[in-house]
């Protein structure tokens, strides 16, 4: 308990009690509605003004007599020491007690005070900065000098004392105790800022033979591009340009590999420039451009252009800007060949040159980049590549024989095992057509198909032995197609066309035939479509209501029915059309109407029985029935549609999510009359069964 009563020497022996900050309690406040009056901020702070009471400040003392100021300062000194002894490592009780003695006229005394607190810590440059300058104003040279030698050989590393000393060497006019103590500094190889401030110095005396051989000293300890820069600037400005090509020379000798030697090549081409001497600013440029590597060399290329630009021909600032985006792009595919993007433009680029070498050499370093994966999507930006190639090589080269050989090395190139590219196959057989070897065209084609089958490739070639009349071929390449993909409706369409349009009747039914029979097909409502127009064309009505009677056994869309009821109603005519028109008469459509009704009845009846939630299906299926109705005239029956068609209702349903019901939305619900009498017969039930149930209550 005793040892937590004592001072701590850390708290200048008070105890921890003593040093507590005790803060006041928080009020509580219980009802924190607004006050009836408010209080602004500006009421507040004027209030707090008014009450503020007055400082207390300590009363001023008057010395009359001397012993009275042997008093005041044995009692001031002893507060000193004694507050020295508790906290002797704070510096600022050591300045305030040199300094009040320094107020004190007692030089000495301030003196012995500065000289024991650098015993403390002699390392905190502070107090060797105010020593000095306690010297300095009272005007102690010597004194001061002995300081700043002092704090120079305990901390030459400060650069502040240094700068501090040879100012007042300075103002005192003593230029050669200055250098001497520059020297000095000097020899501890400080930073630049040093030197500089050497080198004006002796700048500031006109000793210009003097500051070059410090800049040549400088340039030996700090061998950096902006030295060497600086250096030449001197030599530059001084009127030397002889000394200051030599600087440049030399430097580039020192540091033509360093990393800054782009600034070092520009500072000397603009020397040059500002001398006139463009030839020999162009071949700096033309020299750094050939040895600084890519990534480094954006500055000087940007320099060449502005340069080329102002002094060049139209041919020079050309070659400057083909040659910067040149190394833009070099530097972009090297750090990533396989962006291909960058590929095409650096293409173009030596395109719009016309150097033959060099786009063959860019087309070739650009192919060589395979993808890394064999998957179809890593290829398909970079066969463009092999695209441009051949059609360079073909249109703009016109060399023939390269183009082929071209063509060949990216057939290989193609894992057509994983995936291939009809573009190419087809390319390179329309190649081999320009060139009138159709033999080799069919090679490729036929090769293509072995390989790596596609529709492309079969429509091409099918079209390519059309134009030359070789049906047989036809023939043989729909076989074939059809063989690698009997679901292809468009394949079975196009190959019956083809009979047909060889009046080939048979084949072209017997290949529709084949064709419905296949058991999957891609888009079978095409292929009965195609088959079903091609018998209509052919005027055979009988096997075509027998083709639709086979679609409905498949399927029982509504629009197979609306098709089946259309041509019900006009194949009658459109067959005695074709024999006479002046034979039609209402017999007949009328027999043409009874079967389109016929057809419509069924219709009706299946969805009305098999799928009754339907409605909408219904209700477009009475609509085109009562158009039909209608295009018949006199003879058609509107009524027999309308007393069917079925009432428009807007009904409201729950919207279903994932987190439950979210309101309600609006839809169109169909009334039809057979569920209105079925309504009303359940009510009657309904009515029936609660009579029956009140007598046997009573």
Not at 130 to 156: C, G, Q, S
Request: glycine share 4%; hydrophobic share 35%.
């Amino acid at each position: 308990m005793a040892n937590a009563r004592e001072g701590d020497p850390n708290l200048g022996y008070l105890t921890k009690k003593e040093t507590e900050v005790k803060l006041p309690r928080p009020t509580r406040v219980k009802n924190k509605t607004a006050a009836p009056v408010q209080i602004t901020a500006e009421q507040i702070l004027r209030e707090a003004r008014e009450r503020q009471e007055a400082e207390i400040r300590p009363p001023k003392q008057k010395i009359t007599d001397s012993a009275e100021l042997g008093d005041y300062r044995l009692r001031k000194r002893k507060e000193y020491e004694d507050l020295i002894r508790r906290v002797r490592w704070n510096k600022s009780v050591w300045v305030k007690y040199a300094k009040w003695e320094e107020s004190q006229k007692d030089f000495a005394r301030s003196r012995s005070v500065w000289e024991r607190a650098l015993e403390v810590d002699y390392r905190d440059h502070t107090l060797w900065l105010k020593y000095a300058d306690f010297e300095m104003k009272n005007k102690f040279i010597n004194h001061a000098r002995n300081v700043w030698d002092r704090a120079t050989e305990l901390l030459p590393r400060v650069d502040q004392l240094w700068y501090k000393y040879i100012h007042m060497e300075v103002m005192l006019g003593n230029a050669a105790g200055a250098r001497q103590i520059y020297e000095r500094w000097m020899k501890w190889v400080p930073d630049q800022e040093g030197w500089l401030s050497y080198i004006k110095f002796e700048l500031r005396f006109n000793e210009i033979e003097r500051a070059r051989a410090i800049f040549s000293r400088f340039v030996e300890c700090h061998p950096n591009v902006t030295a060497w820069i600086r250096f030449a600037k001197f030599e530059m400005k001084n009127g030397e340009i002889a000394r200051a090509r030599e600087v440049y020379e030399d430097a580039l000798k020192i540091l033509g590999n360093d990393e800054e030697a782009e600034k070092l090549f520009v500072a000397f081409a603009e020397f040059e420039e500002r001398c006139k001497e463009t030839e020999r600013a162009r071949c700096i440029y033309k020299y750094a451009l050939d040895h600084i590597p890519k990534g480094r060399a954006e500055e000087i290329y940007k320099k060449f252009v502005a340069f080329e630009k102002q002094y060049g021909d139209r041919e020079g600032i050309e070659d400057a800007i083909v040659g910067k985006r040149r190394f833009q792009y070099e530097d972009e595919v090297r750090k990533n060949p396989f962006n291909y993007d960058v590929w095409f433009d650096y293409i173009r680029l030596e395109e719009s040159c016309g150097d033959k070498l060099r786009i063959e050499d860019v087309y070739e370093r650009a192919i060589a980049n395979i993808p890394p994966a064999q998957e179809k999507r890593y290829w398909q930006r970079y066969i463009y590549l092999w695209i441009n190639y051949v059609l360079y090589e073909e249109l703009d080269a016109q060399d023939i024989v390269r183009t082929r050989e071209i063509y060949d090395l990216c057939l290989k190139n193609i894992p057509h095992a994983k995936f291939s590219f009809a573009k190419i196959w087809l390319m390179a057989a329309q190649f081999e057509i320009r060139q009138l070897d159709i033999d080799r065209a069919r090679k490729i084609l036929g090769s293509a198909i072995g390989k790596a089958p596609k529709d492309k490739i079969f429509k091409k070639y099918i079209e390519i032995e059309l134009q030359l009349g070789n049906i047989e071929r036809c023939r043989t390449l729909y076989e074939k197609y059809l063989e690698w993909s009997p679901e292809n409706c468009y394949a079975w369409s196009k190959y019956a066309e083809l009979e047909r349009s060889l009046a080939e009747t048979e084949r072209a039914r017997a290949l529709f035939e084949l064709a419905i029979d296949q058991p999957a097909l891609d888009m079978p409502e095409l292929l009965w479509k195609a088959y079903i127009d091609f018998e209509i064309s052919e005027s055979e009505f009988g096997r075509t209501r027998a083709l639709y009677e086979r679609l409905l056994n498949r399927t029982k869309h509504l629009k197979v029915w609306i098709s089946y009821a259309k041509f019900e109603a006009s194949a009658t005519k459109e067959g005695i059309q074709e024999s006479d028109m002046s034979e039609i008469d209402s017999e007949h459509k009328r027999k043409c109407l009874e079967r389109a009704r016929a057809v419509y009845e069924r219709a009706l009846s299946h969805l009305r029985t098999t799928a009754p939630e339907l409605k909408e299906e219904r209700a477009m299926l009475l609509e085109e029935w009562l158009n039909m109705e209608s295009s018949f005239g006199q003879l058609g029956d509107v009524d027999l549609v309308r007393v069917k068609l079925p009432k428009k209702l807007k009904k409201r349903r729950h919207i279903e999510t994932e987190d439950g019901p979210a309101g309600y939305e609006e839809y169109i619900d169909y009334l039809f009359p057979e569920e209105t009498q079925t309504t009303n017969l359940k009510i009657l039930e309904a009515a029936l069964k609660w009579k029956k149930q009140k007598q046997s209550s009573d």
